[in-house]
């Protein structure tokens, strides 16, 4: 706490009873293993009476959301939105942090408005394109799929269809994960540790009357990338095993 300058309390759970009676005892470090005691990685969000109302949890301990990304999926903003300009859309984008390590689970969020009196095509339109965020090829980061919220059935009745749209709010959210790995060690020691992440986001528009040309719309984000805290604690605090 001192060296990172904590200043929120930080509990111990030496004996992992808390860990315990969550249910989150990794049984793969039997007694003995230095590592015995520890537990799954799980995230819970409780309320001001204590209420879990959700929880996240993770497969693997290398992995992990941040508190940001949780934050931003449920529906808070934590990191500095940028406005892109669009036609026919108002687009505003954020990554849920601005700095992550090795490892962590972030949240890439696009708040789109489209204009009113007209509608966007959701997933699963034919003959239209429908709003798609696409991202290029990153070595580094895995892209998990966007999740869209839910659509609505436009009926058009010149052409006698039914398609699924969106109107008015629409935001799409899609998890990035931060490798590990000798690759990301060098950008970490670098004199620039920082990356580009680049897509574009798709997308078609009609009113009741004039349906525009499908469009692209360029997007990127930035990220800089810290080390791991691997300084041991102090020799008194450092657990011991005999």
Not at 112 to 130: F, I, N, Q
Request: aromatic share 8%; glycine share 6%.
């Amino acid at each position: 706490m001192e060296r990172r300058k904590i200043t929120f309390p930080l509990l111990s759970d030496p004996d992992s009873a808390i860990i315990r009676r969550f249910g989150l005892l990794n049984p793969e470090y039997p007694e003995g293993d230095p590592a015995h005691g520890v537990p799954y990685p799980m995230t819970f969000i409780a309320d001001e009476h204590g209420i879990v109302s959700s929880k996240f949890f993770e497969g693997s301990y290398v992995n992990r959301r941040t508190a940001a990304s949780i934050l931003a999926l449920e529906g808070e903003a934590v990191a500095p939105a940028r406005d892109v300009e669009a036609e026919h859309l108002t687009v505003r984008t954020f990554l849920s942090n601005e700095e992550a390590f090795p490892g962590n689970r972030i949240t890439l969020v696009i708040d789109v408005e489209v204009a009113k009196g007209l509608h966007a095509y959701a997933p699963g339109s034919r003959g239209y394109r429908a709003l798609e965020l696409r991202l290029e090829p990153q070595p580094l980061v895995s892209f998990g799929e966007t999740v869209y919220p839910p659509s609505h059935p436009y009926v058009f009745r010149p052409l006698k269809e039914t398609v699924p749209v969106f109107e008015g709010h629409v935001r799409l959210v899609r998890d990035l994960t931060l490798a590990g790995g000798k690759e990301m060690a060098d950008l970490v020691r670098s004199a620039d540790p920082t990356l580009t992440i680049r897509g574009s986001l798709e997308y078609q528009v009609c009113s009741d009357r004039v349906c525009y040309p499908p469009r692209t719309l360029p997007l990127s984000w930035t990220l800089k990338v810290r080390p791991l805290e691997r300084e041991r604690p102090p020799e008194p605090l450092q657990r011991k095993r005999h």
